[in-house]
């Protein structure tokens, strides 16, 4: 994904209510005719939310690490902190992809098909 891309998602996912939902799985299921091939297509695109998200989170955290521990450094840290608390705000990815796949913003082949 491009830098772009990941602002885009960034600002898209600030809209999505972190609460819990009730949804209609009659509509989850009629996206691949499958109640648990949905679930599944979302479940792996969570999977990979997540590991961009960590993989960001950790090359930016990689910038404060040090090889000497000073104590004072810990404490007064408030960037880190910052980045930190932004990423604990942000939807869980199995909401993320829930809203993806709701909106048809993810490709899935039909089960079967070959590649």
Not at 61 to 70: C, G, I, P, Q, R
Not at 91 to 103: I, Q, S, T, Y
Request: net charge neutral.
């Amino acid at each position: 994904m491009g830098k772009k891309i990941i602002e885009r998602k960034k600002d898209e996912v600030k809209t999505l209510t972190p609460f819990i939902e009730t949804r209609d799985c009659g509509a989850i299921a009629n996206k691949t005719g499958n109640l648990y091939a949905s679930i599944n297509v979302i479940a792996k695109r969570a999977n990979q939310i997540n590991s961009k998200v960590k993989e960001e989170l950790h090359k930016k955290l990689e910038e404060f690490a040090s090889t000497t521990d000073n104590l004072e450094e810990v404490f007064e840290n408030r960037e880190q902190i910052e980045i930190s608390k932004f990423y604990e705000r942000l939807p869980k990815p199995v909401l993320v992809a829930l809203n993806e796949f709701h909106n048809d913003e993810i490709y899935h082949r039909p089960q079967g098909e070959t590649k």
